[in-house]
């Protein structure tokens, strides 16, 4: 028999698959890459190692554009950030769904433990959620099991009821798992969403507000670097190192212009295309974060347009966070 694992990637991942390993039953972790995960990407090889260890399958499936369509507008409303928790669950869902049949898989199981986080995991909202997907009664939560109400892979025998554990919340960890979770590393303990950090919902609402029409890759990834600005509804963004410099000027596309100092060592800034008429602003901006000594700054400035030499006075820093986001 094949069960087709939902899971996070945190701690409680390898609890749940040994739980099912252990009743005989194969398992294929399906793992969503996110573009919004707190994970490191070498986190990912860290997952296949550990898949492989347990001998399970894994199947990696991007979150791609008809998900960054859900965090743009989702359909039931955002967390405590940008986060479309339920929204997000049964898009997940539906594509599990998908791969479970093509697979041939019996029945789904999650990591997710009843009362673990304030929406998405309440039995009412679960509920909600299942149906949505078209999956009502048949996601299997053995590291819940004995507070929900029995799912079709229990009523029609395929797993142990009594071998599945009773937990909620932060009581989940009981001494029953410690065998099992002393057994494997935990590919990402961190976990998490970056939609529900302060600084980083507020770039991304920054950036819907001022009329993106679509939410791309590029757009996230862009908003995971540097210092973040809005110079009179324009962005501006700033590195904070090498390695942060050389990334946006990865990322500027034909829509940027691009602003270094000359002759100092400072950041790399980029500006909206459209955004000319704030330029005199963004170059002091990138100014004040260079070595300036308090003198005037060159800076190239650089566009599909042409490009040139800019001199401009540091903006004080005062003035500069009256323009940060997040």
């Known amino acids: 028999m094949l069960a087709l694992g939902l899971l996070s990637g945190d701690a409680d991942s390898p609890l749940a698959v040994k739980m099912i390993l252990n009743q005989g039953i194969k398992v294929i972790d399906l793992r969503f890459i996110s573009p919004f995960s707190r994970c490191d990407p070498e986190d990912c090889n860290n997952t296949s190692e550990l898949a492989s260890r347990m001998g399970i399958r894994l199947i990696p499936v991007p979150n791609c554009h008809d998900y960054l369509d859900i965090v743009r507008e989702p359909k039931y409303g955002r967390g405590s ?117 302060r600084s980083f919902a507020a770039r991304l609402e920054d950036l819907l507000a001022h009329g993106a029409k679509e939410l791309t890759l590029n757009d996230v990834n862009l908003l995971k670097v540097g210092r973040h600005f809005c110079v009179n509804g324009y962005k501006v963004v700033i590195g904070r190192d090498r390695d942060e410099n050389n990334r946006l000027l990865s990322l500027a596309t034909d829509q940027f212009i691009v602003l270094s100092p000359v002759s100092i060592p400072g950041p790399v800034g980029i500006l909206e295309n459209d955004g000319m008429e704030v330029l005199e602003e963004a170059a002091a901006m990138v100014a004040r974060y260079s070595d300036n000594d308090g003198k005037r700054v060159q800076l190239k400035v650089s566009s599909v347009f042409g490009g040139g030499i800019l001199e401009t006075k540091p903006m004080d820093p005062e003035d500069v966070d009256t323009y940060r986001i997040g």
């Open 81 to 197: 950030g940008m986060n479309p928790c339920i929204d997000c669950r049964i898009y997940l869902l539906k594509k599990a769904k998908a791969i479970a049949e093509e697979e041939g898989a019996k029945f789904i199981f999650t990591d997710e433990a009843i009362g673990q986080k304030p929406l998405s995991q309440h039995w009412k909202i679960i509920e909600f959620i299942e149906r949505e997907a078209g999956l009502e009664g048949k996601v299997l939560r053995p590291l819940s099991a004995g507070l929900l109400p029995e799912t079709e892979a229990e009523k029609m025998g395929w797993v142990d009821w009594p071998a599945l554990i009773s937990s909620s919340g932060e009581k989940r960890m009981g001494s029953s798992l410690v065998n099992v979770s002393d057994t494997f590393d935990y590919p990402c303990p961190k976990g998490g969403c970056m939609l529900t950090e």
